[in-house]
C-alpha cells in the first residue's frame, strides 16, 4: 500500500513510478487471465475510434468513449474482486457466490450504459 505509513506527504516521483508500474501489472494479468478484459478491448479498439469519428462535439465523443472505457474500468474491478474471492478457496459460500454475482452485474450495468449513451446520441440521427 502506498500511504501505509500514515504519511501524507506528497508522493515521490519514484513512489509514482511505481503505482504506474503496479497498474501495468494489473492490466497484463487482466489480459493474460481473463477471456472477457480482452473481448471488451477489442471491442473498445473498434468502436473507441468509431464513438470519436461519429460524435458531433467533444461532449458526444466523451459519452461514447468514456461509456466504454467505464466497461474496461467495471471489468478490471469484477476481475480484482474474483481474485480475492477465489483466494479463499474453491469451495462454495453463499457469500462468495453474491460477491461474484455482484461484479457481474456491475459490469452488466456499465454494458447497459454503454447502449443507452450509444442510443441516445445516435439513434436520433440515424433512425
Same mark, same amino acid.
Given at each position: 500500500?502506498?500511504?501505509? &505509513?500514515?504519511?501524507?506527504? !506528497? =508522493?515521490? !516521483?519514484?513512489? +509514482?513510478? &511505481?503505482?504506474?508500474?503496479?497498474?501495468?501489472?494489473?492490466?497484463?494479468?487482466?489480459?493474460?487471465?481473463?477471456?472477457?478484459? =480482452?473481448?471488451?478491448?477489442?471491442?473498445?479498439?473498434?468502436?473507441? !475510434?468509431?464513438?470519436?469519428?461519429?460524435?458531433?462535439?467533444?461532449?458526444?465523443?466523451?459519452?461514447?468513449?468514456?461509456?466504454?472505457?467505464?466497461?474496461?474500468?467495471? %471489468?478490471?474491478? &469484477?476481475?480484482? +474482486?474474483?481474485?480475492?474471492?477465489?483466494?479463499?478457496?474453491? %469451495?462454495?459460500?453463499?457469500?462468495?457466490?453474491?460477491?461474484?454475482?455482484?461484479?457481474?452485474?456491475?459490469?452488466?450495468?456499465?454494458?447497459? &450504459?454503454?447502449?443507452?449513451?450509444?442510443?441516445?446520441?445516435?439513434? !436520433?440521427?440515424?433512425?
Amino acid at each position: 500500500m502506498a500511504d501505509s &505509513n500514515g504519511s501524507h506527504a !506528497p =508522493r515521490s !516521483p519514484f513512489r +509514482v513510478w &511505481n503505482a504506474f508500474v503496479w497498474s501495468l501489472q494489473g492490466l497484463r494479468a487482466c489480459w493474460q487471465l481473463e477471456s472477457s478484459f =480482452r473481448l471488451e478491448v477489442y471491442l473498445f479498439v473498434v468502436l473507441a !475510434p468509431l464513438g470519436l469519428w461519429l460524435g458531433a462535439d467533444g461532449v458526444e465523443r466523451a459519452l461514447l468513449v468514456g461509456s466504454l472505457l467505464g466497461v474496461l474500468v467495471v %471489468e478490471v474491478l &469484477n476481475s480484482a +474482486v474474483e481474485a480475492v474471492v477465489d483466494r479463499w478457496g474453491a %469451495e462454495h459460500h453463499e457469500l462468495a457466490g453474491r460477491a461474484k454475482d455482484m461484479g457481474s452485474a456491475a459490469v452488466f450495468l456499465a454494458d447497459m &450504459n454503454v447502449l443507452l449513451c450509444w442510443g441516445l446520441i445516435l439513434g !436520433p440521427r440515424y433512425l
